[in-house]
């Protein structure tokens, strides 16, 4: 088994593709992604669905948000169905540079206790000279361990409320910033943000061409908010799954891990909190 860095290049990629403990992972979730896949995807690349495997989604989103993590134990069944084991060198692709599920996927894996995991950086436009393939891929299931918990920390909406409350927390929305000002809100019921929240939204992670901006740029960026030990570093979009988007990055650099607060703005926004609206 190799350590992969959290986020991977295409040249590192292209040397990987092909070995044996390597799993790919298409975790694209734009329209309906499955008819997508099985159009056309990377040759050999297993499909991982948002909604159903990388979430447990609920009709009340005021208790855990739009995408509340899956169970543990169907998320094991997820990964056996697909082959994956405690060895495996896995990279996940979406078409959003990352931000779309492979993100969400990524931290489910490391949270789960797999090590090798790495996001394609550039994403599935990244692959316009690789082999495609379409319909489904076939592959051996296999056992896998199950943990008793989730290994990467969370926190939920009582905690986020009382740490900003006794100022114990840094909370980044990585949300666009229409959508933290009040602007609009194309998602939720309500416009706005956590009182206390700041916004560094996470198209910030990338550049211009969609690629993951370097290890020294994403460090120099977020390094900052990690000086203050007292205080814990909280990250959170609209739903638990684009916020990965800013903890892989902030892996990648080298920085510590922070608490994912899974529910989000979807649920902060329909539990009857305050609401804050502008650029406080």
Same mark, same amino acid.
């Given at each position: 088994?190799?350590n992969?860095? &959290?986020?991977? +290049? ?15 992972? $298409? ?23 948002l ?22 134990f169907?998320? &094991? ?9 405690? %060895?495996?060198?896995?990279?996940i ?8 599920a ?5 931290w ?7 090590? &090798? ?7 599935? +436009? ?11 891929e ?6 896998i ?30 949300? $666009?910033? @229409?959508r ?34 370097? +290890? ?5 960026? @977020? +390094? %900052? @908010?990690?000086?203050?030990s ?5 990250i959170?979009?609209g ?31 329909? &539990?009857n ?8």
């Amino acid at each position: 088994m190799l350590n992969l860095p &959290s986020i991977i +290049q295409i040249e590192e990629f292209k040397k990987l593709i092909n070995q044996k403990n390597t799993i790919i992972l $298409d975790a694209r979730a734009t329209g309906n992604a499955k008819e997508q896949y099985l159009e056309k995807h990377l040759k050999g690349a297993r499909f991982i669905e948002l909604d159903t495997d990388l979430a447990s989604v609920t009709n009340n989103p005021s208790k855990g948000g739009r995408h509340p993590l899956p169970d543990i134990f169907d998320f &094991s069944k997820t990964l056996s169905d697909l082959g994956v084991r405690e %060895d495996s060198n896995i990279i996940i692709y979406d078409d959003k540079a990352g931000a779309n599920a492979a993100a969400r996927c990524w931290w489910l894996l490391k949270s789960f206790g797999i090590n &090798s995991v790495s996001v394609l950086s550039g994403g599935f +436009q990244a692959l316009s000279d690789f082999e495609m393939s379409s319909g489904e891929e076939h592959f051996h299931p296999s056992t896998i361990k199950i943990p008793d918990h989730w290994k990467l920390p969370i926190v939920t909406i009582d905690e986020v409320e009382n740490l900003l409350k006794n100022k114990k927390a840094i909370v980044i929305d990585v949300r $666009d910033n @229409y959508r933290y000002i009040g602007e609009s809100e194309p998602i939720d019921p309500v416009a706005g943000h956590i009182p206390g929240a700041i916004n560094i939204p996470l198209t910030e992670n990338i550049d211009e061409h969609s690629f993951f901006h370097t +290890q020294k740029f994403l460090k120099e960026k @977020y +390094q %900052d @908010y990690f000086k203050d030990s007292s205080k814990e570093i909280i990250i959170h979009c609209g739903s638990g799954v684009t916020a990965c988007h800013t903890i892989l990055a902030m892996d990648f650099a080298g920085l510590p891990i922070p608490k994912l607060f899974v529910g989000s703005w979807s649920e902060w926004c329909r &539990s009857n909190r305050p609401i804050a609206k502008g650029e406080n």
